[in-house]
């Protein structure tokens, strides 16, 4: 037998428990400074024994403002990402915002569907990790809405950009591995169709032009950022008549597919090949061997981004939009040992 549904408590049936008028209830569960505080605090907690639950419809309707944010990202399973995404949600309830987020997977289709929610349930603004080829709707309507770039850049959009030196990151981990007496250093990185990808890859070939080193199109293998095409990627360069003594990694999850190619080839690391991984995850510091990475400072990254958010909000200071990118950091660790 389905149990019967009981309807929703209502400001009403608050008023009607206390005996008390509904304006005042209402006034009380919206901090009203003319009610006593041990009028709030009884009203709070007869809604809370009536399972009253706020209609955010209509408060709406009646102040105009949602008090949510949209975030977008590509993959909530990269750490990285995962890691923003608790930052920034912190931040916003501190400011008595919600964070909703929201998974594009990269697909430029899933990220219009998406925009096109949050514009629907009223965000107040957007954070986003643009997939690099939005379409002009999506453009179009973070152009309506106060939008922050987190970590990437689409030229197109009209928004404020808070991003790390990609360039410098791989360019960093590049010559780390040069100074240590490799020639033949590959590069798996993500997509050129991101900027992060264009970057990286831009870095990793600025370290070998500078140390006359051939860039070879043949060790850089351009993928997505999952753990099955980093390992597929690292697999078809170690099968190369001569394969690379080392290799640059541009993202955490493809580190990790590489790691398991090296294994499964019964090989070691930095033994049998050096490496050098972007963005340093948790993880990276306690594999055997621990991994040396570029580290990317992600707590100042997100605060800042939704400093600039809030600041477009009005409900902080203005902060400056026009940010530099974020410095990366060689994190040296045992993953990389010099060439004999």
């Known amino acids: 037998m389905t149990a019967e549904r009981r309807p929703a408590s209502t400001i009403k049936d608050i008023a009607r428990q206390l005996g008390i008028s509904h304006a005042t209830v209402s006034r009380a569960l919206s901090d009203h400074p003319l009610v006593k505080d041990e009028t709030r605090e009884l009203v709070r907690r007869t809604a809370e024994a009536l ?45 008595g ?17 998406h925009v096109q929610a949050l514009r629907e349930s009223r965000v107040e603004g957007v954070l986003i990790v643009p997939c690099g080829s939005s379409t002009t709707r999506t453009l179009a309507l973070l152009n309506k809405l106060p939008t922050v770039q987190f970590l990437r850049t689409d030229p197109r959009l009209g928004a404020a950009v808070v991003a790390a030196d990609d360039e410098l990151a791989t360019y960093m981990a590049t010559k780390h591995l040069i100074e240590l007496g490799h020639q033949r250093i590959a590069l798996i990185s993500v997509p050129r169709s991101a900027s992060t990808g264009r970057q990286r890859i831009a870095g990793y070939e600025l370290a070998m032009t500078e140390y006359s080193l051939k860039v070879q199109p043949s060790l850089q293998k351009v993928v997505s950022a999952r753990p099955e095409f980093g390992y597929s990627a690292l697999n078809e360069l170690l099968s190369r008549r001569y394969p690379p003594t080392a290799v640059v990694i541009g993202s955490s999850r493809q580190a990790l597919g590489a790691l398991r190619a090296v294994r499964e080839r019964g090989l070691s690391v930095p033994g049998d090949l050096s490496m050098v ?27 800042r981004a939704t400093q600039i958010l809030f600041g477009l909000l009005g ?11 974020f410095s990366p950091q060689l994190v040296l660790r045992d993953s990389a040992s010099p060439r004999e």
Request: aromatic share 6%; proline share 7%.
């Open 51 to 95: 399972g009253y639950v706020p209609n955010s419809g209509a408060r709406l309707m009646r102040h105009g403002l949602s008090h949510v944010v949209g975030l977008i990202v590509p993959d909530v399973q990269n750490e990285f990402y995962s890691a923003a995404a608790s930052a920034m949600a912190e931040h916003c309830q501190r400011l």
């Open 97 to 113: 915002y919600q964070l909703n987020l929201c998974v594009s997977e990269d697909d430029p289709n899933r990220e219009e569907r």
């Open 315 to 325: 409900k902080t200071t203005t902060v400056d939009d026009a940010t530099l990118p």
């Open 277 to 303: 991984a972007f963005a340093d995850s948790d993880w990276m510091q306690v594999c055997s061997p621990p991994l040396t990475a570029v580290s990317l400072p992600v707590g100042e990254m997100c605060l």
